[in-house]
């Protein structure tokens, strides 16, 4: 029976190692539920936080893949359950929106997410998060260093759902490659092009218009 979890392990583990090497272009989060802080008001009737109110949350940042709906990224005293694989520090701060922690689809944050990893690399994204579980939401980059100063597009948040302790799973990926990569290649014969018959360039021989 631990066959499974062994080699799942092991997977995650050189997964981990081979993402040390290299900045990771997808990774996981898992939010920390000992480090999940709301504002006393505003709040539904049911306690649950409402349009306005403030929250700062943290979380590990693992290689993608570790985490699933229901995982337990953190363990009940908020360390990490994969101490091994944690690739950085996940930080977001922001305001409730629409209907705020009763949500369940459409925007109800605007936040800031900032990765910070243990090589020193950060990524900084700002916007709207969905409360859609498993929908993707493109966040904009709004700051980035390291690996990362390069790196165009947005960055993908796909919400995996809440564990045992109510806090969510996350997993991200960034839009398109750094920029010396291309991430998207152009076709000559797929270029539209339109000729006006007028000239282009330098016109010899001009008529002396005086004369």
């Known amino acids: 029976m631990f066959k499974p979890i062994l080699s799942t392990f092991v997977l995650l583990a050189s997964t981990a190692i081979a993402q040390a090497d290299s ?3 997808s990774f996981d989060v898992a939010e920390d539920h000992t480090r999940i802080f709301m504002a006393a008001q505003p709040v ?3 306690g649950m936080p409402a349009h306005g109110n403030a929250f700062l949350s943290q979380g590990y940042i693992y290689p ?3 985490l699933n709906d ?3 990224g953190v363990n009940l005293d908020g360390t990490p359950a994969f101490p ?9 701060d922001g305001y409730f929106v629409g209907d705020g922690g009763n949500a369940t689809s459409g925007v109800w944050v605007i936040s800031r997410q900032v990765f910070e990893f243990n090589d020193g690399d950060t990524v900084i994204t700002q916007g709207p998060e969905i409360a859609d579980i498993g929908k993707k939401n493109l966040r904009p980059i709004t700051g980035a260093t390291g690996d990362y100063a390069e790196i165009e597009g947005g960055l993908i948040q796909i919400t995996l759902g809440f564990n045992d302790f109510m806090a ?3 997993t991200f990926a960034f839009e398109t490659a750094p920029s010396d990569q291309a991430a998207y290649t152009i076709d000559e014969d797929d270029v539209l092009e339109w ?3 007028a000239p ?3 016109i010899e021989d001009r008529p002396d218009t005086n004369s």
Do not use: E, F, Q, R
């Open 84 to 92: 091994g694989l944690v690739l950085g520090t996940w930080t977001c």
């Open 23 to 25: 900045a990771p272009m």
């Open 200 to 202: 282009v360039g330098p």
């Open 168 to 170: 969510i799973n996350a």
């Open 44 to 46: 539904h009737d049911n």
């Open 70 to 72: 229901g995982t337990k």
């Open 195 to 197: 000729d006006s018959g």
């Open 64 to 66: 993608a893949g570790t």
